[in-house]
């Protein structure tokens, strides 16, 4: 179920007052906290990431030069490209009072990364990560090293975020879906992701799916890797994101990250899995998740491929917004309430949530949300604001969270009307760090000494993650000589602290005083033990898995069979099946990390697992049997299945049809097909969804001769085929070219011709003048608008803004507006559309602000995974509209929602294009009093 803010509908309250009695706070907060702004422009500007340095001050990455190929009318530049800047709070009065450029390189164009260990500066910015050395303290960089490089999405939202270092001493990147990235690391390992997903720029590659890695496996979309601090190692710890923007790791070894939706109010914060699939592209990123949705299923769990077997649990799915910085709180300075808390940012909504994260079974379901930081009051039951013209509540962009060296939290806040989508309005690069401090108790700076192995053990329990992760790297020169400084951590009454000695004692092994934590009460304990034995006692791993099991943890149990699927199944069956022996079919967790631990395995466990539950008779197979064949569908299963298929419930019907449907067989594809030429209603419905679906992708070829439907691609007419040939020829007379140039702007599919030439460049400026004069009769509003881009339209008026803006407003007259001219393609109210984004919650993301902008110039800020293309077929017919998959069949969506599913070789040729696919006000029948009801009501809720 999708989970709203705190309420199931919010509602927006607006008072007609020209300002509150009193000043607003800065944030609001809990009551026993406060909130200082602690620096601003000048000092800095547009923040993207921040970290903490050993001497308390806070780093700021700068994305002055963000995206000036969408942004270039008259924003701040910097020509020498992006820097990185050091605040400092020099003086103690509270405030940064301090402001220097550490770097500044034309190789930093909208860097959204930084990590600050000692002496050097890791910087993320696509396609590098970038090490900075300052060798002799000076603040200057005395070294450049580029670490490692290949990621997709240069200045690109979507591309490399920052770095963390995890308990283990390795470093965790985290990688948006603007591929393609190929990345080899310092062992000659290649790691190769890719999907469907293209978005315009002036550097893309073509992102490309279905890319193998060197290990042999397809990674899709956004990922986290690991990699050792020499660029040695690396590895895939989760994959298929949208656009997660960073990963947080907890001692205890834990991954959390906060991924960015479809523009369908479908954001999450989700728990991690080492080696699990995310789930928003199909599993080879040839599909989006509008391609693979299936009917009856909603927004939320399509969006994330909740349905299907193999994809990880998504966690709280909390609606709409703009994800970023994500941070857990493992000290108690700020309060014992707030110690364990996962802070995570969301620009879009103005907000940083925290959660409690509790096991349920072998996950966190984060399933307790709190606002915990807002610009906007929030109950409840209400989100409450005053409304008034200079209002910049909502400009507040929480970028990033750090935690600094005496506890408190600095949270960067890049300031701006709006989020996402390629824009940027405020022009002048303004942005703010606050920062967070208990009301009632003072937190003064450590002085931090790194020269002794009292001093490092000190720092090594520090709030700020990297200044213990640069005492950790102290405390493992000094060897065997700081185990006895770091032995009473074991005991420590801070359960985090606990953890990284675990951790840094199993390296410097000490593996059995680790070994006595294997069955330790505490799961997360427990864990901690396991994954440090896993990586620092591998010779061990069987019998550390085995002990580990003896603890009866679940979380454990998952993380055995993670850890076994790497073995020869001689090897790892008798545990693994002692796992099962523990799996009642209801824990979604534990069920994935079987699913991991048997993956490679699969074919061969099937009549094992019939055994083990001694059962042979397809009908009365265990829910946890039941399951497990539908998390794994081995081909052997096909027989079985078609068993249950035909006798079992309408639910259980549902799930074995899925199973059969994610087997690539010829055998599965005939059961299917068999049934549903005998089932009728909406079990026949179901099949033949699933036919129709496989013939356009894994079935293709087994499902050749079955009729479905036909898709009623677009025609074209073969005279509009000819006048183009005129026009390609530079040979042909004027009259000729003049008679074809009419001819095609007098029908449809010849417009859309003519614009192809256009982008080509093949027409003239008189001609595109004469095609212009018969246009205006289209009357597909969204192929209007793509017109006028390129022929010079009359343009029936011009809207002015400030009317939109001093609108009188009725939320009913409002209402009755939204439907008749935005629901045909977005959802609002009860009216579900999915062509353009969910405009349920935009109140949650927009200031009235951004919201006009969006309307009144939807083709300034196209959301990602929105961009329009312009296909050309094989027949000469010509589609524009969103592309939803691509491989061996594209799927295109018009803007009338008709989905059209063509195999490649239909296709002769495609054009990515900046415009979006909603149309400009301009070209509809709509006033700016209307518009502004629209902008009212939306921003009401």
């Not at 079974?361 to 709190?370: D, S, V």
């Not at 019939?610 to 052997?636: C, G, I, M, Q």
């Not at 004069?773 to 400030?802: G, Q, T």
Request: some cysteine.
């Amino acid at each position: 179920m999708r989970q709203l803010f705190n309420i199931v509908v919010p509602v927006m309250l607006f008072l007609n007052c020209t300002g509150p009695e009193e000043d607003p706070p800065l944030l609001f907060v809990p009551e026993d906290l406060e909130v200082i702004l602690w620096s601003e422009s000048p000092d800095f500007f547009n923040p993207t990431n921040i970290d903490v340095d050993a001497k308390g001050r806070v780093w700021v990455t700068e994305a002055v030069n963000y995206r000036d190929f969408r942004n270039a009318e008259g924003h701040m530049v910097h020509e020498e490209g992006d820097r990185v800047v050091i605040l400092e709070d020099s003086n103690g009065d509270g405030k940064a009072n301090s402001s220097k450029v550490f770097v500044q390189d034309p190789d930093l164009r909208s860097p959204l990364g930084l990590a600050v260990v000692g002496n050097r500066v890791i910087v993320s910015c696509s396609p590098h990560i970038i090490i900075y050395t300052d060798e002799n303290g000076d603040d200057i960089p005395d070294k450049k090293e580029i670490f490692l490089t290949g990621f997709g999405g240069r200045d690109h939202d979507h591309g490399l975020h920052a770095g963390v270092l995890g308990p283990d001493g390795k470093w965790y990147f985290i990688v948006g879906n603007a591929g393609p990235h190929q990345v080899t690391d310092k062992n000659g390992w290649i790691l190769r992701s890719g999907s469907v997903y293209n978005e315009y720029t002036p550097y893309a590659e073509e992102n490309l799916p279905n890319q193998v890695s060197d290990d042999g496996n397809v990674y899709t979309g956004g990922l986290v890797i690991r990699v050792d601090q020499d660029g040695t190692g690396m590895q895939v710890m989760s994959h298929n994101f949208r656009n997660a923007f960073e990963v947080a790791v907890d001692s205890f070894g834990n991954m959390w990250q906060s991924d960015n939706d479809d523009q369908t109010a479908s954001c999450r914060t989700t728990w991690l899995m080492e080696g699990s699939n995310a789930g928003f592209f199909s599993a080879n990123g040839e599909r989006t998740w509008q391609a693979d949705r299936r009917p009856g299923h909603t927004v939320p769990m399509a969006h994330w491929h909740q349905h299907d077997p193999g994809v990880l649990p998504a966690g709280d799915i909390y609606g709409a917004g703009s994800p970023t910085g994500i941070v857990r709180l493992e000290g108690d300075e700020l309060g014992k309430a707030y110690q364990g808390m996962l802070l995570s940012a969301d620009a879009g909504r103005n907000i940083i949530f925290g959660y409690h994260p509790t096991l349920r079974g072998a996950g966190y379901p984060l399933e307790e949300r709190t606002a915990f930081i807002s610009s906007v009051k929030i109950d409840n039951t209400n989100y409450i604001w005053h409304e008034v013209e200079d209002d910049q509540s909502k400009w507040f962009r929480p970028s990033d969270i750090a935690v600094g060296t005496e506890g408190a939290l600095y949270v960067a806040d890049w300031f701006d009307p709006i989020v996402g989508g390629h824009r940027m309005m405020d022009k002048t690069g303004h942005g703010k760090i606050y920062k967070i401090q208990p009301k009632n108790k003072s937190l003064e700076k450590p002085n931090l000494d790194f020269s002794s192995v009292e001093g490092l053990v000190q720092a090594f329990q520090n709030p700020a993650i990297h200044v213990r992760g640069y005492a950790r790297e102290g405390l493992l020169k000094e060897g065997q000589a700081s185990i006895p400084a770091l032995l009473p951590l074991l005991e420590s009454d801070n359960p985090f602290i606990q953890a990284r000695a675990i951790w840094l004692l199993a390296e410097l092994g000490e593996r059995e005083k680790i070994r006595g934590f294997l069955d330790h009460h505490d799961a997360e304990l427990a864990l901690a033990a396991f994954r440090a034995l896993r990586q620092f006692d591998k010779a061990n791993l069987l019998n550390n898995a085995a002990i580990a099991l003896e603890s009866k943890h679940s979380v454990v149990m998952a993380e055995v069979a993670i850890a076994l699927q790497a073995l020869p199944l001689d090897q790892s069956r008798s545990l693994l099946f002692s796992i099962v022996g523990t799996f009642d079919g209801n824990d979604p967790w534990l069920l994935h990390a079987l699913g991991l631990g048997f993956a490679a395995h699969r074919e061969k466990i099937y009549p094992e697992l019939l055994r083990y539950f001694d059962t042979k008779d397809p009908e009365a197979w265990p829910k946890p049997l039941a399951k497990l064949v539908w998390e794994l569908h081995p081909a052997d299963a096909v027989e079985d299945l078609a068993i249950r298929l035909a006798k079992l419930s309408e639910k259980e019907m549902e799930e074995t049809m899925t199973a059969l449907a994610f087997i690539n067989t010829p055998k599965a594809a005939a059961v299917i097909r068999n049934f549903y030429a005998k089932a009728s209603g909406e079990e026949k419905s179901q099949a033949q969804w699933w036919l129709q679906f496989r013939k356009t992708n894994e079935w293709k070829t087994y499902l050749a001769d079955w009729e479905s439907p036909q898709d009623n691609l677009p025609q074209v007419e073969p005279e509009v085929l000819v006048f183009k040939t005129t026009l390609l020829d530079t040979l042909a007379a004027k009259a000729d070219r003049e008679k074809a140039i009419i001819a095609l702007a007098s029908e449809s599919q010849g417009r859309l011709h003519l614009t192809q030439l256009a982008i080509m460049e093949r027409l003239s400026k008189h001609e595109k003048e004469l095609a212009a004069k018969w246009m205006n009769a289209e009357i597909n509003l969204a192929n209007k608008s793509l017109l006028a881009h390129y022929f010079p339209m009359e343009v029936p008026r011009l809207l002015d803004r400030k009317e939109v803006e001093r609108a009188k407003t009725s939320l009913g007259q409002g209402e009755a507006l939204a439907i008749r001219h935005c629901a045909v393609c977005h959802s609002i109210g009860k009216v579900e559309n999915e062509i353009g984004p969910d405009l349920r919650q935009v109140n949650q993301k927009f200031s009235k602000t951004g919201l006009i902008e969006a309307i009144l110039e939807p083709d300034a800020a196209v959301g990602f995974g929105s961009e329009t293309f312009l296909i050309e077929l094989t027949s000469g017919a010509m589609l524009y509209g969103m592309l939803l998959s691509s491989g061996p069949v594209v799927t295109v969506m018009e803007s009338s929602g008709r989905k059209h599913l063509i195999p490649s070789e239909m296709i002769k040729g495609r054009r990515q294009l900046l415009h979006s696919l909603m149309p400009s006000p301009v070209w509809m029948d709509i006033s700016e009093n209307e518009i502004g009801q629209i902008a009212a009501y939306l921003m009401g809720g």
